[in-house]
């Protein structure tokens, strides 16, 4: 790398810094995610994802005008291969509070879903309810979640083509015994961005074997159909996510958001 390259390199890193802390920052206040004296829980995964929401919420924290706590879990599921030490190791590091929980979800997956067929709702279900009782066991009353604006775009079409409703993950969401609320911090952030800055901070990612092995082969095929459209027709996807926060309910066919009789 000449040198030329490398500092363009840098002021391009730099400038990916200040965009996801800037995109963080402006959805948790948007959806009003972290109020002073929360206790977050981030949950870590070992993929690029939660390891970048972790780090931005530590250096948001840094500058932020609310205090808030941070507590990082990470689900061991009992999968085969699973390199349990990386995680612990890097949190340790990094000077994160953290906890490891075990629960074998693997086994259950393995002995409902057939081979092939894709396993990430149950294991989603499963792992969520596992993130809810811990998080109220160490007392948080967030829990941080790493999708992103294109897992948010994906699965708004998942539920479109697939579904027959529109709907998608939302930034801020209650569990529906009313105990938890999950939040998404980022909501705004693209994936790319993510996975350009997790290869500069060099995280200890770790596959899941779940995912590999159950995969939801749908949403590969849509976020390829995303990835092409990018390609094609830029402007496209940003005008998508913007819609999302554009609803004009009198515009849709739903009497439940808009009451038709009264016109
Ligand atoms: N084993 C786990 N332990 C703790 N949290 C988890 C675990 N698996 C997933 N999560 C949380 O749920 C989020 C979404 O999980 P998903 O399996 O969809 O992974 P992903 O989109 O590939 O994200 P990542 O890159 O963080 O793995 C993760 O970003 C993380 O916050």
Redesign the pocket.
């Known amino acids: 790398m000449t040198r030329k390259e490398y500092e363009k390199s840098q002021h391009e890193a730099n400038k990916r810094i200040k965009r996801l802390r800037r995109l963080t920052g402006s959805a948790i206040a948007d959806y009003r995610m972290i109020e002073d004296g929360d206790h977050v829980m981030?949950?870590?995964?070992?993929?690029?994802?939660?390891?970048?929401?972790l780090e931005i919420l530590l250096r948001l924290r840094e500058a932020a005008p609310v205090d808030f706590r941070i507590t990082a879990?990470?689900?061991?599921?009992g999968q085969p291969g699973f390199q349990r030490d990386v995680i612990p190791e890097y949190l340790q590091n990094r000077g994160v509070d953290y906890e490891v929980?075990k629960q074998d979800n693997y086994s259950v997956v393995q002995r409902v879903i057939p081979d092939g067929k894709p396993g990430?709702s149950l294991?989603?279900r499963l792992?969520r309810g596992a993130?809810y009782s811990t998080a109220a066991r160490v007392g948080a009353d967030k829990i941080?979640?790493?999708?992103?604006r294109d897992?948010i775009i994906e699965t708004l079409f998942l539920n479109l083509f697939f579904g027959g409703t529109l709907k998608t993950m939302p930034p801020k969401l209650r569990s529906d015994d009313g105990r938890h609320v999950l939040i998404r911090p980022l909501s705004y952030v693209k994936e790319a961005d993510?996975a350009a800055f997790a290869r500069e901070m060099k995280f200890p990612?770790i596959s899941?074997g779940?995912?590999v092995k159950y995969e939801n082969k749908q949403r590969r095929i849509i976020k390829q159909m995303v990835r092409d459209w990018e390609k094609t027709h830029p402007g496209r996807v940003e005008n998508i996510f913007r819609a999302m926060s554009n609803v004009a309910p009198s515009h849709l066919l739903d009497g439940d958001l808009f009451d038709f009789s009264s016109i």
């Open positions: 981030v949950g870590v995964s070992g993929g690029k994802d939660s390891y970048t929401l879990v990470n689900l061991d599921q929980v990430c294991c989603s792992r993130l941080a979640l790493g999708h992103h897992d993510i990612i899941c779940f995912c």
